[in-house]
């Protein structure tokens, strides 16, 4: 029972607005538990200078968890024995995912693959030929399911073991032409949503849909892809999350290949066969890998007095700066500028920005 009431107190946390990943994390990590969080945000919200969010409700809640169930699926949270520990490593990661199919799969060297989606025939091919060979040598293919490389990605791996993360709700196929293709990788192999029953696959879901591929896997490869490409925002994902980011080299004639080309004058992988992505994906040592921050731990005792507050305010503006700046500037422990930081978002007064960087409303 105390696992049922965390887990439908974090759904009510990451499903209230102003609530993001990032935010969720360090609230979990200021109080200790999600119910804990839940009842600390009005005085947050008040401290920060605006009302508080709008709390998603119990009972919309359980809805949830029951639509999920009856389409034989389940949530799984960030606090879970079984959430992919790879994936916890980010950052931003999902508090919680919807899954399914056999989780397992996530415990074996994953790699995931991208690229266009007007792949070329002969792209197409490779692709297909790659996964088939990656998972024959034990490794989980990771992909999105969109059309072209996704696509051939998945074919060469529904018998070995692939995985499916898509930008929609688990129970909408998108594109709708993958719906046979997504409902073989959610019965053969693994589907991941992060969005709620019934989301639509809009345009902002996508680069985090891509931030959960990059995220699973221990290295992103790359079959084509134009400049500026979604293809790329992964591969950039994985390099900043210390992941290996490989290639497949094209005719510079071609523009769907220029984009690899450029990833490959950057310093990623040059890959022309299986054997290329078996040696980057070699097992990591432990001791490398930096433990799962679930964010569960007793509140941290810096806090900021008004002068503070008002430091790290003034501090502020619309043009989006780092938070590691904001520390240095500050002057205050990390700490106490990330509560300031909190409480103005909760506030609804902060956004907050790619590569770690805040800004005012």
Known sequence: MA????????????????????TYRQLIARFGSAPAALDALPALALRGGGAAPSIADAATARR?????????????????????????????????????????LLA????????????????CRFARQ??????????????????????????????????GVIASGIDIAFPPENGELQEAV??????????????????????ARNRIIAGLAQGTVVVEAAPRSGSLITARIAAEAGREVMAVPGSPLD???????????????????VHDILEMIRPIDP???????????????????????????????????????????????AAAVQLVLLELELAGRLERHAGGRVSLR
């Open 130 to 163: 790659l996964a088939q060979g990656l998972g024959e040598a034990g490794a989980t293919i990771v992909s999105g399911l969109a059309r072209g490389i996704d696509t051939a990605a998945h074919h060469g791996s529904l018998a070995s073991g692939t995985v």
């Open 287 to 333: 001791r490398a890998v930096r433990a799962p921050v679930a964010g569960f731990g007793a509140e941290p005792p810096d806090k900021p007095d008004a002068a503070g507050r008002s430091r790290i305010e003034d501090l502020l503006g619309p043009v989006a700066v780092p938070v590691d700046e904001l520390i240095r500037q500050s002057g205050l422990p």
């Open 186 to 207: 959610a019965r053969q192999g693994l589907l991941i949503a992060e969005q709620p029953v019934g989301a639509e696959p809009l345009a902002r879901h996508f680069p």
């Open 255 to 273: 523009p769907r290949a220029q984009g690899c080309n450029l990833l490959i004058r950057e310093g990623a992988t040059l890959v022309q066969d």
């Open 64 to 104: 949830e968890l029951a639509a999920v169930a009856r389409l034989g699926a389940r949530h799984v949270f960030l606090s879970d024995p079984d959430y992919p520990p790879l994936l916890a490593e980010l950052e931003n990661a999902p508090p919680a995912l919807i899954v399914r199919g056999d989780i397992a």
């Open 3 to 22: 696992d049922e009431a965390e887990h439908l107190a974090s759904l009510r946390l990451i499903r209230s607005p102003r609530i993001g990943p990032v």
């Open 108 to 123: 074996r060297p994953c790699v995931a693959m991208v690229g266009a989606r007007n792949a070329s025939a002969a792209a």
